[in-house]
């Protein structure tokens, strides 16, 4: 069974760093596209960052591109996400996902993806 735990959320200033952690176990991680989203109180999941099984392609929101950095590292099936400059609008549970919907190569493909619980993210102003 496949099981996807993040880690590394907390209480930040606005224009603070933090680093999240996603470590998959149960499954073969190495050819899985990976992915970050997010879920703000009150509104619905938004896509954050997805990479490629090889790690050559990814794919950012707008909204977070040029301040985070999506990475992988398959010898310990782990994914991250290094989130720098961090605005109050990015507090949000952040969740990760095996084989997102929304894909590396900017395509929309639901199914089969498989989440974890989240770990939460709180920017101050």
């Known amino acids: 069974q496949v099981q996807v735990a993040e880690s590394g959320g907390g209480l930040v200033q606005a224009g603070g760093s933090l680093r999240l952690s996603c470590e998959v176990s149960?499954?073969?991680?190495?050819?899985?596209?990976m992915g970050w989203y997010r879920q703000a109180p009150g509104k619905k999941r938004e896509f954050v960052a997805a990479m490629s099984w090889s790690g050559s392609i990814i794919n950012y929101h707008g909204n977070v591109k040029g301040r985070f950095t999506i990475s992988r590292d398959n010898a310990k099936n782990t994914v991250y996400l290094q989130m720098n400059n961090l605005k109050p609008e990015g507090t949000a549970v952040y969740l990760c996902?095996?084989?997102?919907?929304?894909?590396?190569?900017?395509?929309?493909?639901?199914?089969?993806?498989?989440w974890g619980r989240g770990t939460t993210v709180a920017v101050s102003s």
């Open positions: 149960g499954r073969t991680f190495n050819r899985d596209d």
């Open positions: 996902v095996v084989r997102p919907p929304h894909t590396p190569d900017s395509t929309y493909i639901p199914g089969g993806e498989r």
